[in-house]
């Protein structure tokens, strides 16, 4: 079965632009959820998408949004990009919501993202 | 805040020793405690995951979890230079998503 895979794997944006980054889960899978990575912050959660609906959203300004579609495939927006936002973004796919006990998330490889 | 707190090491172990990896957390509902090994430039890959205070053994890892003490530790027997990496320590919290400790960086030497 394939993994997780996400495009672009490398972006360079300036500030100001937006990006769209795209991750398609693994088959089957209904939940994907995307974490912001940095060396400072580590593994930050943004946002988990469940049945094409946002199920729950981490701590980010509103110029961080995502939505996903019926094959669940999940893209996730960044508008009005600042420096700050240079990071890898993962982001990773379950089965069902994440929090059944036994339920577990995979990761894609990543994009990273340079903001000049 | 809820937080999952982890030594950023680096922990140095020489190779066959047992490396133990330590993370607490402050939420007392959390529910279930998950690790992920990282390799630097690499996505994380979940090790093992353990929601059920004791011990849980996956070949060379061992997971023990304590809820009262709010801790969750790995063990990692035999190290071997390839268990090189940065280990997550990361904690489900109802209502919310997976919350992730910054890692410890594991050093095995030859």
């Known amino acids: 079965k394939a993994g997780v895979t996400q495009t672009p794997r490398y972006l360079i944006k300036t500030r100001g632009q937006q990006v769209t980054l795209s991750c398609s889960p693994i088959s089957g899978h209904r939940s994907v959820s995307w974490y912001q990575q940095t060396p400072g912050q580590g593994l930050q959660f943004l946002f988990e998408?469940?049945?094409?609906?946002?199920?729950n959203k981490g701590n980010f300004p509103g110029r961080f949004s995502g939505r996903q579609f019926s094959n669940s495939r999940s893209e996730m927006n960044v508008s009005t990009l600042e420096l700050g936002d240079s990071a890898l973004y993962l982001c990773?796919?379950?089965?069902?919501?994440?929090?059944?006990?036994?339920?577990?998330?995979?990761f894609g490889p990543g994009t990273r993202l340079t903001v000049l | 805040q809820k937080e999952v707190e982890q030594n950023s090491g680096p922990l140095s172990v020489p190779e066959g020793a047992i490396a133990s990896l330590n993370c607490t957390y402050s939420?007392?509902?959390?529910?279930?405690f998950f690790w992920y090994r990282q390799y630097s430039g690499k996505s994380p890959e979940l090790i093992m995951f353990?929601?059920?205070?004791g011990d849980k053994e996956d070949g060379r890892f061992t997971a023990q979890l304590n809820k009262a003490s709010q801790y969750v530790s790995l063990l990692i027997r035999d190290s071997q230079p390839s268990d090189s990496a940065t280990y997550l320590c990361a904690v489900f919290q109802a209502g919310t998503a997976l919350i992730f400790g910054k890692g410890t960086t594991l050093s095995v030497s030859s």
């Open positions: 939420d007392r509902g959390s529910q279930s």
């Open positions: 998408y469940f049945s094409e609906t946002q199920r």
């Open positions: 353990i929601y059920s205070n």
């Open positions: 990773a796919s379950s089965q069902q919501r994440v929090g059944r006990l036994t339920d577990t998330q995979y």
